[in-house]
């Protein structure tokens, strides 16, 4: 019920409809592909969370679509695991504030950038603001580079775009941000992987994806009856 509620009717119903009936593949409602999202998504923030404690934090720059992830935390009410701030938008004097947290603390800060084209002016602001005021801050109390690189994951496109050539060229962790947008976005690593930062449960999601797919292989029978094109 909270996840309908989340997707809505607007854009919803009509949206699957017309995309069955171009024959368009509907990889976001697919349950096979949201297993392979929790598999990844649940091992890479377990390594996100190593060495952080409950006075820990993660600043994360998004905007749009890509911030999924804090609806979905919000939504089912998660509270175990690190605080997480979502940054969407620029406001300089905010961004000051955030920064002098940083350098007074870099080391319960973990920053995650989400941009699929790595384009995006407001987040390569935000986002490289901090990364830079981390990184500096994290040298200057003599942390090994290997260490620093720790603190910080981008999901952004497999394949193109800045922050895509950033992770090849330095290094740093990364998860793929998916070809679609919006609030579909939740049964990706978009969403999953902030739904495992803040403690979710992977035996219940299983379960109910178990449960996904056997209403869609039953739906799948049905449809190609109604709709036999």
Do not use: C
């Not at 024959?23 to 409602?29: D, F, I, S």
């Amino acid at each position: 019920k909270q996840m309908a509620r989340l997707v809505g009717p607007k854009g919803g119903l009509d949206k699957v409809i017309k995309s069955v009936q171009s024959g368009h593949a509907l990889v976001h409602l697919d349950p096979e592909q949201t297993r392979k999202a929790v598999d990844v998504s649940e091992a890479m923030a377990k390594r996100f969370l190593a060495g952080s404690d409950a006075e820990s934090e993660v600043l994360v720059a998004a905007i749009g679509g890509s911030v999924s992830g804090d609806y979905l935390m919000r939504t089912l009410d998660l509270k175990d695991g690190p605080k997480v701030t979502f940054i969407t938008d620029y406001d300089e004097e905010r961004l000051g504030i955030i920064l002098e947290k940083i350098r007074k603390s870099p080391e319960k800060i973990r920053i995650v950038i989400i941009s699929k084209s790595g384009v995006t002016t407001e987040v390569d602001v935000n986002g490289m603001a901090m990364v830079d005021a981390l990184k500096k801050a994290l040298r200057a109390k003599g942390v090994p580079e290997d260490d620093i690189k720790e603190h910080f994951l981008f999901i952004t496109d497999p394949q193109l775009g800045n922050l895509r050539e950033k992770v090849r060229d330095e290094g740093y962790m990364s998860l793929d941000h998916p070809e679609h947008g919006g609030r579909f976005t939740m049964l990706t690593e978009l969403g999953l992987f902030f739904y495992f930062l803040k403690g979710g449960d992977s035996n219940g999601l299983l379960e109910a994806l178990d449960n996904w797919g056997n209403d869609t292989k039953r739906l799948s029978g049905i449809s190609k009856k109604i709709i036999p094109y």
